[in-house]
Structures are given as C-alpha cells and as structure tokens.
C-alpha cells in the first residue's frame, strides 16, 4: 500500500487546535455545545440512577401494581421550558457564530482565491495575482496589528466536494453551476492538512488538501516565483528532450506550462510543480522516483484517476521526468 505523504510537523488536523479565525469561532462554539450536552446528560442520567437505585421495588411488593401518578402541571411545565430555555440558548450561540462567519465583509486588501474541485484535485487560481496551482494553497498569516484574511470562491467542475482543513475553517461544499464562498485566517504560520469531505467518486479519500500559512514578505516571493513562466528550453540536453516529449504529446492537451504552447486546462498547471510537496492530489511526495512513476502509469498509485498512462517509451519517460523536475 501507498503511504499518504504527512510531514512531522503538521499530522496534528483536528478542530479543537484552530490556527485561524472561522476555524477559533467554531471551535469555541464546539465546546460550548458539548459542555451543555454534558451537563444535561450528567444530569438526567445522574436522575435516572438515582430513580432506579431509590425506588427499586421491594421482592414482597413484586406483582403487584406500582402507584399510578396522572399528571402533574408542574412537573410538565418545568421539563418543557427547561429544554426550550437551552435549544433556544444553543440556536442564539450557533446563529451568531454563523453570522459572523458568513457575514464577515472582505477587507479590501484580502487576498481572493479561486478554487475549483475536480476529481480529484483541487484547481486553485488567484486571478488578481495571476497564479495558478493546485492541491496547495498559500496564504499570509495575519498578526495582531493586521488582519490579511484570504477569500476563497468555491466551484465544482464535476460533482459535488467539499473544501475542509479542519484547523484552518469548517467544510464548505463545492457544487456544479453553483458558488460558495468562505474565507480563511490563519495566525501562525505552517502547513495544514484538509482533503475532500463530501464523497465524490472512486479517489475521494486521496484528494488530500494543504494549507501553507506563510508570513506576508515570505507569501510575497512565493506569489513572485509562481507568476514566472517557465524557463525556455532548458539547456541541459535532457530536459530540452523532455520538453519536445512533453510538448510532442497529449500531455500538453491537458496540463499548462506558462510559457510554452502548452495550455490545456483538465489536468494541474504544472508551471512549478516541484515547488509542491506532492503529486497526484496528496498521493506522493515531489520526488524523481515517485514522479517517474506517476507518469508511467498514474494508476499504480492512484487507482481509478483520470490521467491515462502514457505507454511511453523508458528513454522518453526518462526525458519527461528529466524536464519535469525542472519545473520550480
Ligand atoms: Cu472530492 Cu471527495
């Protein structure tokens, strides 16, 4: 089997260790919710014990019915406004954090994102700042005097996902013909884990999400890097070999390079895609073996994933390789 590619330093992905605004407010909300389904469990299971143990009937009265009590005005009105006081308590606390979650305007210097669900990637395009990648976003952290929460548009290409790092926001669905929003704002800086919470074919377990919270001059150079194109033919013979493979091939039907003839829109932009940790959506780290494989026949790590395999020739699949490493 495959391992899932986890790095030391982010494996932590649950709700109650928020990182980011939305994610703080529901996470409060959270506890808040079952620190009062606590307390009622305690006590009506506290009461039903204690009803059994108390008055247990004596063996001699066995057979025989128990009193019959009929009604009691205090008794209902007291177990019915008691419940009505906390649903309406839990509806208040829960309207308001959503309020403020979905009601939040956008600062005008938020950065907007993009991001499109496939199966079974994740397209992410930052159309004011020209970058285009995919399965890892990167966002500024804010800090204490600034606020630089990132805006997200959520559309679907095929069927319904859901967008979900769960330190980082709620789950936010992706569907066809149909756009949502929600926005992140992480406070330190790191790489989060999400992925797809909304099944969505055969490889939705392995459409895996990350969330790189940078600080703002760092997600500056990255934003520069990501808007170059790529480099010409390389000038190392091998690579401007892969590159006429690459660009010889229906792979540039279906993959971007900037800069290149090669402008298909089905498959991930692959202008820097050594600049992500993974390949194939979370599947395989970056590296030269695990991207051989890949290409060779995409399925032997990712069943059932729309990327045929090439049939391509080892001397050939060598000199792609060759050149896709060279795409930072
Ligand atoms: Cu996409 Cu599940």
Not at 79 to 84: G, N, Q, R, S, Y
Not at 104 to 121: D, H, K, L, S
């Amino acid at each position: 089997m495959l391992s899932i590619v986890r790095q030391a330093a982010d494996t932590v992905s649950s709700i109650f260790a928020p990182v980011s605004t939305p994610a703080a407010k529901e996470a409060d909300l959270a506890k808040f919710v079952l620190l009062l389904s606590a307390v009622v469990f305690v006590v009506v299971a506290g009461l039903i014990a204690y009803s059994v143990m108390r008055f247990r009937a004596p063996v001699r009265e066995q057979g025989s019915e128990p009193p019959q009590v009929y009604g009691s005005a205090q008794v209902e009105a007291a177990w019915t406004a008691v419940p009505l006081i906390i649903i309406i308590v839990l509806m208040l606390a829960t309207g308001r954090v959503i309020h403020e979650i979905q009601a939040a305007p956008q600062p005008p210097n938020a950065i907007e994102v993009t991001v499109v669900g496939r199966q079974w990637w994740w397209e992410i395009r930052y159309p004011k700042l020209g970058v285009v990648t995919a399965n890892e976003l990167h966002v500024p952290v804010s800090d204490s005097l600034t606020r630089r929460p990132t805006f997200l548009t959520l559309e679907s290409a095929d069927v319904v996902h859901s967008f979900w790092v769960p330190r980082v926001a709620g789950k936010t669905d992706l569907i066809p013909n149909r756009t949502n929003r929600m926005w992140v704002e992480p406070h330190e800086p790191g790489t989060y884990l999400g992925q797809c919470a909304e099944y969505c074919g055969t490889q939705h377990t392995l459409m895996l999400l990350r969330i790189v919270a940078e600080a703002p001059e760092q997600f500056a150079r990255w934003v520069e890097q990501q808007r170059q194109t790529a480099a010409l033919a390389p000038a190392e013979p091998v690579a401007a070999a892969g590159r006429r493979v690459f660009l010889g091939t229906v792979c540039a039907s279906c993959h971007t390079v900037a800069g290149t003839a090669a402008n298909g829109r089905y498959g991930p932009d692959l202008t820097h895609l050594m600049s992500r940790a993974t390949i194939g959506a979370g599947v395989a780290p970056s590296t030269q073996e695990r991207l051989r494989a890949w290409v060779r026949n995409p399925n032997d790590l990712k069943n059932g994933v729309l990327m045929p395999a090439m049939q391509i020739d080892d001397e050939y699949l060598d000199q792609l390789v060759t050149y896709l490493l060279t795409l930072r």
